[in-house]
């Protein structure tokens, strides 16, 4: 159950795309296309961006993408706004019905 | 609309017990996984706890297990947390959110800090 691993930090101007990658094992992001994203803006509750690896919750921008390669999965942001700044947290069944989160990423729009 | 109300938390000492509630409308609860997660003071998302919905199945992260127990009352809409034996790194704003998809959390509560300190 360790945390996946996650940039500390990512950063964009407006209107260009920055990705963010969430690496873990076989036991988990490699294992199951089963991995979610979440913004959680300060002070506030996560919301859902992105699950199954790369599907979208209705009412989310189809700026926002998800991806994964082996035990690797990513989130992209085009065309970055202002708003968009967050932190960002990936998710990743586990196996045995655990859940393992990311260690999370700050994304700053310049 | 949906919606997810936690109470329960506050300031707690070291070895002492809480137990955090969660009260869920706006959708069918018995239909949805829910879960807890929780999140120290200035850090990341850390899953606590799912339960099934009907409650026949449970899991935990190593951290709590053996000391929280989740559980919930389909007829009253409600999710609970019984967490014992605190530590003060269990220190943390507690959320409760709905299960969506496979493995995905769709809904949050605002959450509720339990403090644990001396």
């Known amino acids: 159950q360790s945390a996946l691993t996650q940039p500390p930090s990512a950063s964009g101007s407006p209107g260009q795309s920055v990705t963010i990658s969430c690496t873990g094992t076989?036991?988990?992001?490699?294992?199951?296309?089963?991995v979610s994203w979440y913004q959680q803006h300060p002070g506030k509750a996560p919301k859902l961006m992105i699950y199954?690896?790369?599907e979208r919750p209705s009412g989310v921008p189809d700026r926002f993408s998800g991806s994964k390669s082996g035990n690797t999965a990513s989130l992209t942001v085009s065309g970055l706004q202002a708003e968009d700044e967050a932190d960002y947290y990936c998710s990743s069944y586990a196996g045995s019905n655990d859940l393992v989160f990311g260690t999370g990423t700050k994304v700053t729009v310049l | 609309e949906v919606q997810l109300v936690e109470s329960g938390g506050g300031l707690v000492q070291p070895g002492g017990s809480l137990r955090l509630s969660c009260a869920a409308s706006?959708?069918?609860?018995?239909?949805?996984?829910m879960s807890w997660v929780r999140q120290a003071p200035g850090k990341g998302l850390e899953w606590v706890a799912n339960?099934?919905?009907?409650?026949?199945?449970?899991s935990y992260v190593d951290s709590v297990k053996g000391r929280f127990a989740i559980s919930r009352d389909n007829a009253e809409n409600s999710l609970y947390l019984q967490m014992n034996s605190l530590r003060v790194d269990d220190t943390a704003v507690y959320y409760c959110?709905?299960?969506?998809?496979?493995?995905?959390?769709?809904?949050w509560g605002q959450g509720t800090l339990v403090t644990v300190s001396s």
């Open positions: 959110a709905k299960g969506y998809a496979v493995a995905a959390r769709d809904y």
């Open positions: 076989s036991s988990d992001v490699g294992g199951y296309n089963y």
């Open positions: 199954d690896v790369s």
């Open positions: 339960i099934k919905e009907d409650g026949s199945v449970t």
């Open positions: 706006g959708f069918t609860f018995p239909a949805h996984w």
